[in-house]
C-alpha cells in the first residue's frame, strides 16, 4: 500500500505544477492581466495620431505580435527619463521606444536584438558659404593681418624716406608728402607693380631698395597665405569631426538619452531638455549653438518642422546605436520576444517598412 500511495501523491503534485504553470502562462494573455508596453512619442518610431500609436517601433511590434498574440495594453510616459524609470522600476513589462543599448543601461535592464542601427549626430544652423566667407573677411585676425602688412610697408618707405628726402626732393620731398610717396613707392615694390615713378637714387635708399625687394617677395607669399587662412580658418574650426571638437561650442541635448551619457563620458559640458523638440527650438532661438541627439530622429523632426534650410545635421557622426526593447532585470518576456524579433527582422516586409521610413 505504501508505494500506491507515494506514487499516487507524486502524480498529484506533478499534475498540480502542471496545471499552475499553464494558467500562469495563459494569464500572460489574459484579459485581466494584459501585458504592459511602456511608450513614449518619439517620431518616427512612436508617434499618436488621433489617440492611436503608429511608427516603425509600433510595425515591428505588431508583427512581432502577430505570431506571439499577446493581449496587450500602451502605457505613456511623458518623457524618455520616465519611461527608462518605469522600465527599471518593473512598472511596465517592457518598452517598444527606440531606447539605445548602452553600458550603464545594460546594468538597469535587459534589452532585445536590435531591430534599428542609428548614429548619434550634431544639428547646427546652415551657413551659407558666402556668408561665411563674408563674416571672416570682416573678422579681428583679417584686419590684423592687414594691419601688420601695411606696418611693414610703411616701415620701408619711411627708411627709403630718411635717405631720399634731401638728395631725390623731387620724388620724395617734403616731410608728411615724402613720407606719403615713400609709402606709395614701398606697396608698389612689393607687389611688383613696378609703375616706375618712384626710385631711390642715393646708396642707402638702393640698399633699402634691393633689402625690400627680396623681402617682399617672401613677405607677401605669407601674408597672402595668412589672408588665406584667416578666410577660411573659422570654417575649419566649425567643423566636428570627433567628440572632443564639440568641447569648443554650447551643446544641448535630450536628459536620460545616450547622447547624454556618450557626453559626460567625455566630459563635455552641455544644457539638457526634455525632447528633440525643445532642443531644435534652442537652436533656433540661437540659445544654443549644437544639438547632439539621434540622427533619424533629428532629421525627422527637422523635416515635418520645415526646418530644412534652416538647419542641417553635420556629415560626421559621432557613435553608432542600437535600437532595442527594453525589459526589467530578468524578464521572461525577453526570452518569448527575441527569437520571434530576430525571424521579423529577416522579413521581406520590415525590410519595406524600413525602407520607407528612411
Known amino acids: 500500500m505504501m508505494p500506491s500511495f507515494r506514487s499516487t501523491f507524486l502524480l498529484l503534485f506533478t499534475f498540480a505544477i502542471c496545471v499552475h504553470t499553464l494558467i500562469a502562462q495563459d494569464s500572460l494573455s489574459s484579459e485581466n492581466n494584459k501585458v504592459v508596453i ?39 510616459y511623458q518623457d524618455l527619463g520616465s519611461l527608462l524609470a518605469g522600465i527599471e522600476a518593473g512598472e511596465v513589462d517592457f518598452s517598444i521606444n527606440p531606447v539605445t543599448v548602452t553600458d550603464n543601461r ?69 616731410n608728411l608728402k615724402g613720407i606719403l610717396q615713400g609709402f606709395w613707392w614701398s606697396a608698389v615694390t612689393m607687389t611688383t607693380v613696378g609703375y616706375g615713378d618712384k626710385s631711390p637714387r642715393t646708396l642707402g635708399g638702393r640698399i633699402v631698395g634691393l633689402i625690400w625687394m627680396f623681402m617682399a617677395v617672401i613677405i607677401i607669399s605669407s601674408f597672402t597665405a595668412g589672408i588665406a587662412s584667416s578666410l577660411t580658418v573659422k570654417g575649419i574650426n566649425e567643423d566636428i569631426g570627433t567628440i572632443q571638437d564639440l568641447e569648443r561650442f554650447e551643446v544641448t541635448t535630450v536628459s536620460s538619452s545616450s547622447s547624454q551619457e556618450l557626453l559626460e563620458l567625455y566630459n563635455i559640458e552641455a544644457d539638457f531638455v526634455n525632447n528633440e523638440i525643445e532642443a531644435l527650438e534652442r537652436l533656433i532661438n540661437e540659445e544654443t549653438f549644437l544639438v547632439v541627439y539621434d540622427e533619424p530622429i533629428l532629421r525627422y523632426q527637422i523635416e515635418q518642422l520645415n526646418l530644412s534650410n534652416e538647419l542641417e545635421i553635420v556629415e560626421q557622426s559621432l557613435k553608432k546605436d542600437y535600437y532595442s526593447y527594453a525589459f526589467p532585470k530578468s524578464s521572461p518576456y525577453r526570452e518569448m520576444i527575441d527569437p520571434v524579433l530576430v525571424r521579423v527582422l529577416k522579413t521581406m516586409e520590415w525590410a519595406a517598412i524600413v525602407k520607407d521610413y528612411n
Not at 42 to 52: G, R
Not at 140 to 157: D, T, Y
Open 106 to 174: 545594460m546594468h538597469r535592464m535587459d534589452f532585445s536584438q536590435p531591430y534599428f542601427i542609428s548614429h548619434t549626430s550634431v544639428a547646427k544652423r546652415s551657413e551659407s558659404q558666402t556668408l561665411r566667407h563674408l563674416q571672416n573677411l570682416f573678422s579681428w585676425e583679417f584686419f590684423s593681418i592687414i594691419a601688420l602688412l601695411l606696418l611693414i610697408i610703411f616701415i620701408f618707405g619711411f627708411l627709403v624716406w630718411i635717405f631720399e628726402r634731401k638728395e631725390n626732393k623731387d620724388e620724395f620731398g617734403g
Open 38 to 76: 511602456g511608450i513614449s512619442e518619439t517620431a518616427p518610431f512612436v508617434e499618436k495620431h488621433n489617440d492611436k500609436f503608429r511608427g516603425l517601433s509600433i510595425a515591428s511590434w505588431k508583427m512581432v505580435n502577430e505570431e506571439l498574440q499577446l493581449d496587450y495594453e500602451f502605457r505613456e
